[in-house]
């Protein structure tokens, strides 16, 4: 059992690691070039640290999503000395991100750890854009690795296909309290094509089935993947997954999709 200072018990189940260094939260502030029209979403504040640096820049509303009560009386303080913050008890993963107003335009957030890749999805599912997220550093590796890299992953790619992603500074795990295993990383990602594609929860599906076993051929994953479809996209029968372009993957989507 872990319990800081104040006597708070960290619950691993909900990734609770608090951030306390103002330096990084100084810098997921600078990298994300807020302004007096901005609407915010921030996914698990916590004892409400990131919450109140967001507070004290000039913008029009935060929105937070907290599943645990137990921050009720950190938060509470500071909805009662901030009309434009309001705070949901709620988790995340369940959240209809549609009944919020004024609509969040940006996401900013050190987000629990252990749903990291399921959120993200989930996010981009309701069309958010711009996110400066703190990850763990190997997630933040697995969504900006390029072609032909072993951590290459669905998520990674569907990003890549609407927009980008960047890692802004890499975050010691000395940084948190308590103490995390792992390192972390501010990440940045912007989505600005493909707008209805990175929605479509038929691409996450195919690219999943695609992964399913990725050392394994993709003509072994993909059952209906003909020579014909692979010599019109230039992809070599030998190809795994991990091989494909962001490009060739939505191509091999398109023709997947199409009625047959
Ligand atoms: N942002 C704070 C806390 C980060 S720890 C800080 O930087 O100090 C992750 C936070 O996400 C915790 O507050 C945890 O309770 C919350 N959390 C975990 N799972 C959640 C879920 N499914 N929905 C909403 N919040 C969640």
Redesign the pocket.
């Known amino acids: 059992m872990c319990k800081d200072k104040n006597n708070f018990k960290a619950?691993k189940?909900?990734?609770?690691?608090?951030?306390?260094d103002d330096n990084i939260l100084n810098i997921i502030i600078s990298s994300s070039d807020l302004n007096n029209d901005d609407v915010i979403l921030?996914?698990?504040?916590?004892?409400?640290?990131?919450?109140r640096k967001l507070l004290s820049n000039n913008i029009k509303f935060v929105h937070a999503?907290?599943?645990?009560t137990r921050?009720k009386s950190d938060l509470d303080s500071l909805e009662s000395d901030h009309e434009n913050l309001k705070v949901n008890y709620?988790?995340?993963?369940?959240?209809n991100y549609l009944e919020l107003d004024p609509v969040p335009n940006k996401i900013i957030?050190?987000?629990?750890?252990?749903?990291t890749t399921p959120?993200i999805w989930k996010l981009l599912g309701f069309g958010f854009k711009n996110f400066i997220l703190?990850v763990q550093e190997e997630s933040a590796l697995r969504i900006t690795a390029p072609k032909n890299t072993k951590l290459r992953y669905p998520l990674g790619i569907a990003i890549e296909a609407s927009g980008r992603a960047e890692i802004i500074k890499k975050v010691s795990r000395k940084c948190?309290r308590p103490v995390p295993k792992v390192n972390s990383a501010i990440l940045k990602i912007e989505i600005n094509k493909n707008f209805d594609l990175v929605k479509n929860s038929c691409w996450n599906k195919f690219l999943h089935e695609a992964f399913k076993f990725r050392r394994k051929k993709l003509t072994n994953n993909l059952n209906n993947l003909s020579m014909e479809i692979l010599q019109n996209l230039e992809i070599s029968p030998d190809t795994r997954a991990e091989n494909l372009s962001c490009e060739q993957w939505v191509k091999l989507f398109k023709i997947f999709e199409m009625p047959k």
């Open positions: 619950l189940r909900y990734g609770q690691n608090f951030l306390i921030e996914i698990g504040p916590g004892h409400g640290v990131l919450t999503v907290e599943i645990d921050f709620f988790d995340a993963m369940k959240f957030a050190n987000i629990p750890y252990n749903i959120l703190m948190f």
